[in-house]
């Protein structure tokens, strides 16, 4: 029910916001700065906030909300080559045995990403990726700093976005006991655009906890969703609702995820103003 009613407000939120977007001239190409946004080392500063609402599975009747807010920082190191600095600060939600919710933040995950400043037909980019223990609540805490790579490959041919990004988290400090931090993320992405900032997309994160049980690593969920980009007043912004059903997950994790993604972007905010 908390899934239905928090889809059909933002259904009605995404239609109000295009109906006051159309009242405007936008300056920008919202279709080209949607496929910006759908580019993880795109020259673009980005502040997303994404909520997801897991539900079934192991969790029965209750639901596991996480917000992601996730700032994303290109930084022109010199002509040729640039840093995308990205930040995940995740507060968690989780249901409790007597039907209660307990939260609090969860570890803060840093990555970077070298990136050519003028790509090829293949976009790409590269570099380290650290976890900090900086979990609030028990229920959410790991005790471990964790480092590893993390990269990203993608292509854009007319109105289509492919790409892939992949990680992985190895703990080399740890407060002591589990859980330890070694764990695999793949997110193949693939996003159509049709025009006026609107896209239909898939971005499913595929998971595997080499430190869970046997049997018990993966989750893998599929879906797809809508999104759609525009001037809101003169901010631009990006809209998106998803939903996700995890066709491997395990014994004790969702079965579902809605994910709704609210994001203010900033094409010009780090860039030189040409002079007159």
Same mark, same amino acid.
């Given at each position: 029910?908390?899934?239905?009613?928090?889809?059909?407000?933002?259904?009605?939120?995404?239609?109000?916001?295009?109906?006051?977007?159309?009242?405007?001239?936008?300056?920008?190409?919202?279709?080209?700065?949607?496929?910006?946004?759908?580019?993880?080392?795109?020259?673009?500063?980005?502040?997303?906030?994404?909520?997801?609402?897991?539900?079934?599975?192991?969790?029965?009747?209750?639901?596991?909300?996480?917000?992601?807010?996730?700032?994303?920082?290109?930084?022109?190191?010199?002509?040729?080559?640039?840093?995308?600095?990205?930040?995940?600060? %995740?507060?968690?939600?989780?249901? &409790?045995?007597? *039907?209660?919710? $307990?939260? !609090?933040?969860?570890?803060?995950?840093?990555? +970077? @990403?070298?990136?050519?400043?003028?790509?090829?037909?293949?976009?790409?980019?590269?570099?380290?990726?650290?976890?900090?223990?900086?979990?609030?609540?028990?229920?959410?805490?790991?005790?471990?700093?964790?480092?590893? %790579?993390?990269?990203?490959?993608? &292509?854009?041919? *007319?109105?289509? $976005?492919? !790409?892939?990004?992949?990680?992985?988290?190895? +703990? @080399?400090?740890?407060?002591?006991?589990?859980?330890?931090?070694?764990?695999?993320?793949?997110?193949?992405?693939?996003?159509?655009?049709?025009?006026?900032?609107?896209?239909?997309?898939?971005?499913?994160?595929?998971?595997?906890?080499?430190?869970?049980?046997?049997?018990?690593?993966?989750? $893998?969920?599929?879906?797809?969703?809508?999104?759609?980009?525009?001037?809101?007043?003169?901010?631009?912004?990006?809209?998106?609702?998803?939903?996700?059903?995890?066709?491997?997950?395990?014994?004790?994790?969702?079965?579902?995820?809605?994910?709704?993604?609210?994001?203010?972007?900033?094409?010009?905010?780090?860039?030189?103003?040409?002079?007159?």
């Amino acid at each position: 029910m908390q899934m239905m009613r928090s889809a059909t407000v933002f259904g009605w939120f995404l239609m109000a916001a295009s109906g006051l977007s159309a009242q405007e001239k936008p300056r920008i190409d919202p279709t080209a700065l949607a496929m910006q946004t759908q580019n993880p080392v795109a020259d673009l500063i980005t502040v997303p906030f994404q909520f997801n609402f897991n539900t079934g599975g192991g969790l029965g009747d209750g639901t596991l909300f996480n917000l992601n807010i996730q700032p994303v920082i290109p930084i022109k190191v010199t002509p040729d080559w640039t840093v995308i600095a990205r930040t995940i600060v %995740p507060y968690l939600s989780s249901p &409790t045995p007597d *039907g209660g919710q $307990v939260g !609090g933040i969860g570890d803060i995950i840093f990555q +970077t @990403f070298l990136s050519p400043a003028h790509p090829g037909k293949i976009i790409w980019g590269i570099g380290p990726e650290f976890s900090v223990p900086a979990a609030t609540n028990p229920l959410f805490r790991t005790g471990s700093w964790a480092v590893g %790579p993390t990269a990203v490959a993608l &292509t854009m041919r *007319g109105s289509w $976005v492919i !790409g892939l990004l992949a990680n992985q988290l190895w +703990t @080399f400090a740890d407060a002591g006991g589990d859980p330890e931090v070694n764990q695999l993320l793949i997110q193949p992405f693939i996003n159509y655009n049709f025009g006026k900032g609107w896209a239909i997309a898939t971005g499913p994160i595929i998971t595997a906890n080499w430190s869970a049980p046997s049997g018990q690593e993966w989750t $893998v969920p599929l879906g797809l969703g809508i999104t759609r980009t525009q001037v809101l007043g003169r901010r631009p912004i990006n809209l998106g609702v998803q939903y996700y059903y995890n066709v491997v997950h395990p014994d004790n994790g969702p079965s579902s995820q809605l994910r709704i993604i609210f994001a203010l972007l900033y094409p010009n905010a780090h860039k030189p103003e040409e002079k007159k």
